[in-house]
Each structure stands twice: as structure tokens, then as C-alpha cells.
């Protein structure tokens, strides 16, 4: 699944280059507009298409492999050791989530209360960390991989988690922009399974989304956060009912 992602990634990247929408896809493999969105969104695509769709974006398949490789070459994951030392400074760590979201140096300071000086030092570690490389004029070059994540139930991870129970459910997502959906049933460990991969598909699609957006001002775009959980389950209160 991961390399899939990958290589999927890459092709959307060198189809924007290219200046090739999925209208343009959708001509070159007669399908409808709708019938290749849902192609990349479920990135099921047999070798022929994807050969078709290489050549769209002026590529063989090996050359679209060969970009993919390189790709993955970067950062993907950092140590505990390194997570805690962001998660331990919390202006570290905001100015690490907003240059992974894309913000700029410009961006940082114009939006946070903090001053520049603390900001290129913020910078710095990232660049020590081999998150980002400061560029002259404190241009920033993001280091890490389309696929980036944090560690599971690591620092960064455990952190989130603290302020998601603290803060984020503090709403009545009544709201346009919000949406909470809460479901419960019965199912087998394998149906739990194939929610779980379809739960990763939909993360998938957003970081694609927050890609499309990347090179739109910052000051059109909103922080948004979306929480997807499954587990085996049930209310505490309930429990106290089940027959031993």
C-alpha cells in the first residue's frame, strides 16, 4: 500500500508539472472525470493505465519509477529522541507543524507571536534534524517524505492526543466547516481490518489535498485537523451490564 501511495503520488506531481488535469487523464484513457478521481482516490489502476497516464505526463514507467525512488529517499519518520526533543518546546513544535504545512519564514512570524530571531533559531534545529534546509534569505526546503508520519503513540503523537481529549471535542460541530460522525456496531476482526484500510485511504487523500493547496497564500487557507479512530470498543457503562 505504501509504495502504491508513492508511486501514485508521483504521478499526480508530474502530472501538475506538465500542467495535466484529470479532465485531461480522462480523455487519454476515455473514461469519465469522475471514473479517474475515483481511480487515484482508491489508486487502483491495472499497467496499462498507468502506462498511459506515465505518457501523459511525458514519462516511461521507468522513469516514473526512478522519480518515485528518489522520492522515498527522504526523511519519513524521525526517532523518539528526536520527537521529544520537539515535543518538548513548544515553539519548536509549532513552527515544525507549520513548515510541514507549508508555511514560510514570512508566514511564521506574520502569523505567530514570535520574533524572528527565535524563529531562524527554530529553524536551525529543523535543519539539523534534517526536517527542512535553510536556505539563504531563510527560505525554507521541506526535507521530508510525501508520506511522512509521526511515530505512533510517540511523543509528537502522545502530545496531540492530550490536547484532541482537552480541547478539540469542545464543539458542538454545528458548524459549516465541522462534521462529526459517531458510529457504533458489531463487526468481525476482519471487517474491523478493511474499515482500518480504508480509514489510511481517506488520510491519503488528505495530504493529497493539502499538497493541491501547498502553493495557494497562506491567507486563504484555514488549520484544520481530522481525527479518524476505530477500535474494539465499548462505553464503560455498558460494560457494567455485560454477563460475565
Avoid at 522515498?72 to 519518520?77: A, H, I, K, N, V
Avoid at 458489531?186 to 501547498?214: G, W
Wanted: aromatic residues 8%; neutral net charge; glycine residues 2%.
Amino acid at each position: 500500500m505504501a509504495q502504491t501511495a508513492a508511486l501514485v503520488q508521483t504521478l499526480k506531481k508530474q502530472l501538475k508539472a506538465q500542467g495535466k488535469t484529470y479532465l485531461d487523464v480522462a480523455q487519454a484513457l476515455d473514461l469519465s472525470e469522475a471514473s479517474v478521481k475515483r481511480l487515484f482516490s482508491e489508486q487502483n489502476f491495472t499497467l496499462q493505465r498507468l502506462e498511459t497516464i506515465a505518457e501523459l505526463a511525458g514519462l516511461e514507467l521507468t522513469g516514473l519509477f526512478r522519480l518515485m525512488a528518489q522520492e522515498q529517499q527522504r526523511l519519513t519518520q524521525l526517532t523518539r529522541e528526536q520527537e521529544q526533543e520537539i515535543a518538548s518546546d513548544l515553539e519548536l513544535l509549532l513552527v515544525t507543524v507549520s513548515v510541514i504545512n507549508g508555511f514560510s519564514f514570512s508566514d511564521i512570524i506574520s502569523h505567530y507571536d514570535i520574533t524572528e530571531h527565535e524563529c531562524i533559531q527554530k529553524l536551525a534545529k529543523l535543519d539539523r534534524l534534517r526536517i527542512i534546509e535553510l536556505q539563504p534569505n531563510n527560505r525554507i526546503k521541506l526535507l521530508i517524505d510525501p508520506n511522512f508520519t509521526w511515530l505512533a503513540n510517540g511523543p509528537i503523537q502522545q502530545f496531540f492526543q492530550q490536547k484532541v481529549e482537552q480541547d478539540f471535542f469542545q464543539s458542538r460541530f454545528d458548524k459549516k466547516h465541522e462534521k462529526l460522525i459517531v458510529l457504533n456496531g458489531v463487526l468481525t476482526p476482519e471487517a474491523n481490518l478493511a474499515m482500518q484500510k480504508k480509514m489510511e485511504r481517506v488520510a491519503e487523500e488528505f495530504n493529497s489535498l493539502l499538497r493541491d493547496d501547498s502553493p495557494l497564500p497562506i491567507d486563504q487557507k484555514h488549520g484544520n485537523t481530522m481525527v479518524l479512530a476505530i477500535r474494539q470498543w465499548q462505553y464503560s457503562l455498558f460494560k457494567n451490564y455485560r454477563k460475565s
